[in-house]
C-alpha cells in the first residue's frame, strides 16, 4: 500500500513575505491612535524588523527571543489594561500577535494565519469607528489580504495579476455581501457579557452636575443625536431636549431624585396646541436616558417614563437607536404629591448663604410664587453675568460666587443658582439638563444635536401651572438660546471647530457629508432587527420572520451564485463560418437518420450520403467539395458564399 | 485506525467518482458533473473564522463587522467557482511512457488541453501516494506532465487512477477529479548488473565459434572506415578523423571486423539449470544490452518464441519486450 505523501511545508518565497508584510501593516496602521504609544512602536518596530531581514535576505529571528518578546508584549499589555480580557487589552494582544507571527511566519501555513489575524484587526476597529472611511479602509485592507492569500496559493502570482484577481473576486462576492446583509436573520446583541472596558470611549450627558461638567461637553464636535422632523418644525429656541433631572444638591454636585415609574401620562397637552412629530437617531452614550423634546406624549420601544417626566431605555444605550416621538410643548400637569416637592424645596444647610439670604427675603411680603420667580429673572439680568466657556474655579458656595463674585458662568452655574435661589425663596425648583436647540441640514432637512448643544436649565413648580420651564441662560445671554453657542460667547472665547463663523464653504460640504453620514448611519450602521424588519416589510415581505428571510436568503443567494457560475462557466462553441455550414448540414441529415459518424471526414460522410440518397447525391458531393476546400484547400473568395447558398437550399 | 478508515473512505469514493469508466478512452473531458469540490485545510479554518467573526460581530453589534463577515462569506462562495472553472472542462489525453527497467521511475506523459480563451493555473497531478506534478494550461492551447510512479515488476505497468486538483486561486477550495486512461508502460526486466558468464564461462555463446568472451576480433578489431550513414551508430563515428578533417569533411563510420558476422543466440535454454526465471529473464538482458553496446548482432531464443538475428534500437525493444512480457502473454 503506497503511503499518502508528506504533506509539503512550502516555505514562504520573498514575495509572499512581502504580501504578508504588507497586509499586517494595512490591518494594524488604522489602530495604531487606539493603541498605547509603546505598543504601537512595538508594532511597528517587528513590521520594520520583518522588512529589514527580508531586504537582507537574514533568517528569522529564533523561536526563543519570538517567545521572550511575546511574553513581553503580553506582560506589557496586562500591566497596561490590568487585564487580558478586555475589549481594549483584547485588541492589543491581537496587535501584538500580529506583529510578532510576522517575524515567525516561515510556511505558507504561518501565511494563512497573518491573514485570518488581520481579518480580525479590521473587525476590532469596528469598536471604535463605523464611518465610512472606515468602511472604505476594511475594503482597502480585504483587498491586500485577499491578494496576499491568492500569492500564498501561487507563489509565482505577478502583484498586479494577484490585485486584479481579488478585486475581480471581491467586486464577484458583492452581491452575496449584500444579499447577506439584508436578509441574514439579525440578533440584537450583546450574546453575553461585554467586557467592562466597552464603550468606555462615548461621551454624553452624565446623572450629575457639578461646575464643570457640562463645560466638558462644550468643546466636542461629536453628534449626540439626529431628530427628523415630519411636519412642523419648532423654532430653535423652543427646542429643549430633555434629559436628566436633577432634585438633589449634595454640596457641590446636582444629582438625580428619587424619581418613580409614571404608569401613565403625568401631563395631558393643552387642547388645541400644536404637537410636533418627529424622529430621534440616539448615538450611544452608554446611559439609559433617552431625549425627547419638551414635553413628549408617547414612549418609544423598551422605554419607561418617569415621575420627573424622564425617558429612559431599559439598557444604556450603546448602540444608535431609532424612536419616533410626538411632543407638545403646551401640557397641563396633575397635582404633584408633596414628597416630590419636598425635595425640590430642599437646600444642603450651611452651603451659600448669601443666595439663600437674598431668597428668604422676598417671601416676606407674600408675593406669589410666580412673582418670586420674575424676581429671580430680573434679577440675575441685572447682575451683569457673563456667559463663558472659561468660567472661574469656585469654591464650596458656587452660587454665591457665582452670583455676587465672579459673576462668569457657564448655563449650568446659571441653572444651578438659580435652583438654589428659587428654593431659598420657597418655590420648588429643580435641576433640568440636555441639550438646547441644534443646527439644521439643509442638504436632508435633519438636526444635529451635538454635544457642544447641552445644557442646563430649570423648572419650578406654580401652583395652577405646574412644572414651568426657566431658562436662567437666556436671561444672560439670550443669544445662546436665539443663535448659537459662538454668538452668545465673548470672543476670544475657544470654540468647538464647527462653531466658528466664517467658514460658510466648508459648513456647506460638512453639511453634505453630514447627510451622507447620516444615511449612512440610518441605513447600514443602524440596520438592527426592527429596521430590518421594517425595511423588509416595505419591500413587501409579508410578516417577515427569521424563517422567509432565511429562505429568501437561500433563493436569492442561489439565483446569484448561479448567474454567476453561469457567466464563469459558459463556454461559447467556437466555428468558422465554413464549419457552421458544414454543421447545418450534418443536422438536416441527422434528422433524416444519418449521422455522421466521428470518425468521417467530409469526403467520406458525403460519399456515404451520396449512395444513401441518390437524389440528392450531385448537392451532397457539391457542399462537401466546397467545404474541404475552404478548410482544408485554396479556394476562391466567394466559395463562402456559394456554400452557404447551396446549404441553404439543400432539402434532402 | 483513523487513517486507515479516512484511507478506505477515500478509496471507495475514488472507485464511485470514477464508476464504470475506468479505464476509460481517450480524449477525457472533465466535464462539470466529475469535478469534485471541498474546502481545504485553510478552507476549514477560514470558515471557522468567519464564524467567530460573526458571533463577534452580533455581540457587539457591529454592522460593519456583519459587513466585512458577509464579504468574506461571499469571497469564500466565490473561490469555489473560480477554482471550480480552473478544472472544470479540462480535456486529457496521454502520450507515449518511455519503456523502463524494474527499479526505474516509470513516467506517464498526460497532455492537459484548455480550449477556454483563459489560462488554466497550477493543476496538479497525482498518482496515488506518487509526487505531486504541478503544470499551468495556457489558454487555448495544452501542457504535458510526468507522473512519475516506480516500476517494481517486468511487464505492462498500467497507469493508476490519475488524480487532478487545483486549488487555486486562494487555496481555501480544492477542485480535484478523477481519470483514469487506459495507458501502460513496458517495464523490462532489471538486467543483472554481475553477468555470470563473465565467471564460469558457461557458454551462452558456446553454439558460435566466437563466443562473445573469448573473442579477440570482435568489435574492438578496427577494421577501416567507410562513409558515414545515417543509420550507423553513433558511438562507431570516427569523431577523431571528423575533428582532424574539419567540419566541412563528410563523416566517416568506423568499421570493425567481425561485427556482422559474429551472429550470436542468446539462447534461454542453454543458461544453467536451477536458475529461476526472473533470473534468466535479467541475464539475457544483460546480454541484449551489452551486445547492442558492442556493436554486435544477436537473435533471442525464448521457449516457444524466437527473434531473429538483428541490432539496432528496434531490436533491443523487441527483445528486452519479449524478455518482459514473458510469461505473461498467451
Given at each position: 500500500m503506497a503511503k499518502k505523501p508528506e504533506r509539503p511545508v512550502h516555505p514562504l518565497t520573498p514575495a509572499q513575505t512581502w504580501w504578508l508584510l504588507a497586509t499586517g501593516v494595512a490591518a494594524c496602521a488604522p489602530l495604531a491612535p487606539q493603541v498605547p504609544v509603546w505598543l504601537a512602536a512595538v508594532a511597528a518596530g517587528a513590521f520594520l524588523w520583518r522588512a529589514a531581514l527580508a531586504w537582507l535576505r537574514q533568517p528569522l529571528p529564533p523561536r526563543w527571543l519570538l517567545i521572550l518578546v511575546t511574553l513581553a508584549g503580553t506582560a506589557g499589555v496586562l500591566v497596561e489594561y490590568r487585564t487580558l480580557l478586555g475589549q481594549q487589552a483584547g485588541v492589543a494582544l491581537l496587535l501584538v500577535f500580529m506583529a510578532l507571527k510576522q517575524l515567525e511566519a516561515r510556511a505558507s501555513r504561518d501565511g494563512l494565519a497573518v491573514v485570518l489575524l488581520a481579518y480580525f484587526l479590521t473587525l476590532a476597529q469596528f469598536l471604535e469607528d463605523q464611518s465610512i472611511p472606515v468602511a472604505a479602509t476594511m475594503f482597502g485592507t480585504v483587498l491586500v489580504a485577499t491578494a496576499a492569500l491568492a500569492n500564498l496559493a501561487d507563489a509565482q502570482g505577478q502583484p498586479l495579476r494577484l490585485f486584479r484577481l481579488a478585486g475581480t473576486m471581491l467586486l464577484q462576492a458583492v452581491p452575496f455581501m449584500l444579499i447577506l446583509f439584508l436578509l441574514f436573520p439579525r440578533v440584537q446583541g450583546p450574546l453575553w457579557g461585554l467586557p467592562?472596558?466597552?464603550?468606555?470611549?462615548?461621551?454624553?450627558?452624565?446623572?450629575?452636575?457639578?461646575?464643570?461638567?457640562?463645560?466638558?461637553?462644550?468643546?466636542?464636535?461629536?453628534?449626540?443625536?439626529?431628530?427628523?422632523?415630519?411636519?412642523?418644525?419648532?423654532?430653535?429656541?423652543?427646542?429643549?431636549?430633555?434629559?436628566?433631572?436633577?432634585?438633589?444638591?449634595?454640596?457641590?454636585?446636582?444629582?438625580?431624585?428619587?424619581?418613580?415609574?409614571?404608569?401613565?401620562?403625568?401631563?395631558?397637552?393643552?387642547?388645541?396646541?400644536?404637537?410636533?412629530?418627529?424622529?430621534?437617531?440616539?448615538?450611544?452614550?452608554?446611559?439609559?436616558?433617552?431625549?425627547?423634546?419638551?414635553?413628549?406624549?408617547?414612549?418609544?420601544?423598551?422605554?419607561?417614563?418617569?415621575?420627573?417626566?424622564?425617558l429612559h431605555a431599559r439598557k444604556p444605550v450603546r448602540e444608535r437607536q431609532r424612536y419616533a416621538m410626538r411632543s407638545y410643548p403646551q401640557v397641563e400637569h396633575e397635582a404633584e404629591d408633596d414628597f416630590t416637592l419636598a425635595a425640590a424645596r430642599r437646600l444642603p444647610g450651611g452651603l451659600n448663604p448669601r443666595t439663600r439670604a437674598l431668597g428668604a427675603g422676598w417671601t416676606a411680603d407674600g408675593s406669589s410664587a410666580a412673582q418670586r420667580v420674575q424676581r429671580a429673572i430680573d434679577f440675575l439680568r441685572n447682575q451683569n453675568l457673563v456667559y463663558t466657556l472659561q468660567p472661574p474655579l469656585t469654591g464650596q458656595h458656587v452660587a454665591d460666587e457665582f452670583l455676587f463674585d465672579t459673576r462668569r458662568g457657564f448655563c449650568e452655574h446659571f441653572a444651578a443658582a438659580f435652583v438654589v435661589l428659587m428654593r431659598a425663596a420657597d418655590v420648588p425648583a429643580r435641576v433640568v439638563t440636555g441639550y438646547q436647540g441644534g443646527e439644521r441640514n439643509p442638504v436632508d432637512d435633519t438636526w444635529v444635536i451635538r454635544q457642544s448643544d447641552a445644557h442646563a436649565w430649570a423648572e419650578v413648580w406654580l401652583e395652577g401651572s405646574g412644572w414651568v420651564r426657566v431658562d436662567p441662560t437666556a436671561a444672560a445671554a439670550p443669544a445662546r438660546i436665539e443663535e448659537n453657542l459662538a454668538a452668545a460667547v465673548p470672543a476670544g472665547d475657544p470654540l468647538p471647530f464647527l462653531s466658528r463663523q466664517g467658514l460658510d464653504w466648508l459648513r456647506e460640504a460638512r453639511f453634505r457629508w453630514w447627510a451622507i453620514n447620516n444615511a449612512w448611519n440610518q441605513w447600514v450602521l443602524g440596520f438592527n432587527p426592527e429596521r430590518q424588519l421594517e425595511l423588509l416589510t416595505r419591500l413587501g415581505m409579508d410578516s417577515p420572520d427569521w424563517r422567509k428571510m432565511t429562505a429568501w436568503l437561500a433563493g436569492l443567494s442561489g439565483l446569484v451564485l448561479l448567474a454567476l457560475a453561469a457567466a464563469m462557466l459558459w463556454r461559447r462553441p467556437h466555428h468558422d463560418p465554413a464549419q457552421r455550414q458544414w454543421l447545418r448540414l450534418t443536422r438536416r441529415l441527422e434528422k433524416r437518420g444519418l449521422p455522421r459518424h466521428a470518425w468521417e471526414g467530409p469526403q467520406d460522410y458525403a460519399a456515404r450520403m451520396a449512395a444513401e440518397l441518390p437524389a440528392a447525391a450531385d448537392d451532397i458531393r457539391a457542399i462537401a467539395a466546397l467545404y474541404a476546400g475552404l478548410r482544408y484547400g485554396n479556394t476562391p473568395p466567394d466559395a463562402l458564399a456559394m456554400l452557404r447558398q447551396r446549404v441553404a437550399a439543400f432539402r434532402p | 485506525m483513523l487513517a486507515t478508515l479516512r484511507g478506505t473512505l477515500k478509496e471507495r469514493f475514488a472507485a464511485w467518482a470514477l464508476r464504470t469508466r475506468s479505464p476509460e478512452p481517450v480524449p477525457i473531458v472533465l466535464t462539470q458533473r466529475r469535478v469534485y469540490v471541498l474546502p481545504t485545510r485553510g478552507g476549514l479554518l477560514y470558515a471557522l473564522s468567519l464564524l467567530v467573526l460573526l458571533v463577534g460581530a452580533i455581540n457587539y453589534s457591529l454592522s460593519l463587522g456583519y459587513g466585512l463577515v458577509f464579504l468574506l462569506g461571499g469571497l469564500g462562495i466565490v473561490a469555489i467557482l473560480h477554482s471550480f472553472r480552473n478544472l472544470a472542462g479540462t480535456s486529457l489525453t496521454v502520450g507515449a511512457p518511455a519503456p523502463v527497467?524494474?527499479?526505474?521511475?516509470?513516467?506517464?506523459?498526460?497532455?492537459?488541453?484548455?480550449?477556454?480563451?483563459?489560462?488554466?493555473?497550477?493543476?496538479?497531478?497525482?498518482?496515488?501516494?506518487?509526487?505531486?506534478?504541478?503544470t499551468d494550461v495556457p489558454p487555448q492551447g495544452s501542457a504535458r506532465a510526468l507522473l512519475p510512479l516506480p516500476?517494481?515488476?517486468?511487464?505492462?505497468?498500467?497507469?493508476?487512477?490519475?488524480?487532478?486538483?487545483?486549488?487555486?486561486?486562494?487555496?481555501?477550495?480544492?477542485?480535484?477529479?478523477?481519470?483514469?486512461?487506459?495507458?501502460?508502460?513496458?517495464?523490462?526486466?532489471?538486467?543483472?548488473?554481475?553477468?555470470?558468464?563473465?565467471?564460469?564461462?558457461?557458454?551462452?555463446?558456446?553454439?558460435?565459434?566466437?563466443?562473445?568472451?573469448?573473442?579477440?576480433?570482435?568489435?574492438?578489431?578496427?577494421?577501416?572506415?567507410?562513409?558515414?550513414?545515417?543509420?550507423?551508430?553513433?558511438?562507431?563515428?570516427?569523431?577523431?578523423?571528423?575533428?582532424?578533417?574539419?567540419?566541412?569533411?563528410?563523416?566517416?563510420?568506423?568499421?570493425?571486423?567481425?561485427?556482422?558476422?559474429?551472429?550470436?543466440?542468446?539462447?534461454?535454454?542453454?543458461?544453467?539449470?536451477?536458475?529461476?526465471?526472473?533470473?534468466?529473464?535479467?541475464?539475457?538482458?544483460?546480454?541484449?544490452?551489452?551486445?547492442?553496446?558492442?556493436?554486435?548482432?544477436?537473435?533471442?531464443?525464448?521457449?516457444?518464441?524466437?527473434?531473429?538475428?538483428?541490432?539496432?534500437?528496434?531490436?533491443?525493444?523487441?527483445?528486452?519486450?519479449?524478455?518482459?512480457?514473458?510469461?505473461?502473454?498467451?
Open positions: 467592562r472596558d466597552a464603550y468606555s470611549g462615548l461621551t454624553g450627558l452624565s446623572d450629575t452636575m457639578s461646575p464643570g461638567t457640562i463645560n466638558n461637553l462644550s468643546q466636542s464636535d461629536v453628534i449626540a443625536f439626529r431628530v427628523q422632523f415630519d411636519g412642523a418644525v419648532p423654532p430653535k429656541r423652543e427646542m429643549y431636549w430633555r434629559g436628566p433631572v436633577l432634585t438633589v444638591l449634595d454640596g457641590r454636585t446636582w444629582r438625580p431624585g428619587n424619581a418613580t415609574l409614571a404608569r401613565d401620562l403625568p401631563y395631558a397637552p393643552v387642547a388645541n396646541s400644536p404637537g410636533y412629530a418627529y424622529t430621534v437617531t440616539l448615538e450611544p452614550h452608554n446611559k439609559p436616558w433617552l431625549f425627547a423634546l419638551e414635553l413628549p406624549e408617547t414612549l418609544p420601544n423598551d422605554a419607561f417614563r418617569t415621575s420627573d417626566f424622564q | 527497467f524494474v527499479g526505474d521511475t516509470a513516467r506517464f506523459p498526460l497532455i492537459l488541453h484548455n480550449a477556454d480563451a483563459r489560462e488554466r493555473r497550477l493543476l496538479r497531478l497525482f498518482l496515488p501516494g506518487q509526487a505531486v506534478e504541478t516500476a517494481t515488476r517486468r511487464g505492462w505497468l498500467a497507469l493508476p487512477r490519475v488524480t487532478i486538483e487545483t486549488v487555486w486561486p486562494l487555496g481555501l477550495v480544492r477542485s480535484w477529479s478523477y481519470a483514469a486512461p487506459a495507458l501502460a508502460c513496458l517495464v523490462y526486466p532489471r538486467p543483472a548488473s554481475a553477468v555470470p558468464m563473465l565467471e564460469n564461462a558457461t557458454p551462452p555463446f558456446a553454439n558460435q565459434q566466437n563466443s562473445r568472451l573469448s573473442s579477440d576480433s570482435g568489435d574492438e578489431d578496427f577494421a577501416g572506415l567507410r562513409r558515414h550513414q545515417t543509420s550507423d551508430p553513433p558511438h562507431h563515428v570516427a569523431w577523431k578523423t571528423a575533428a582532424r578533417l574539419g567540419p566541412d569533411a563528410a563523416l566517416q563510420t568506423k568499421q570493425f571486423s567481425g561485427t556482422a558476422a559474429q551472429a550470436l543466440w542468446f539462447d534461454w535454454a542453454q543458461l544453467p539449470h536451477g536458475l529461476d526465471v526472473e533470473t534468466r529473464l535479467a541475464i539475457l538482458a544483460r546480454w541484449v544490452l551489452d551486445a547492442e553496446d558492442a556493436g554486435l548482432s544477436w537473435g533471442l531464443r525464448l521457449p516457444g518464441r524466437a527473434i531473429p538475428q538483428a541490432h539496432g534500437p528496434a531490436h533491443v525493444h523487441a527483445c528486452l519486450k519479449a524478455l518482459a512480457l514473458y510469461g505473461e502473454e498467451t
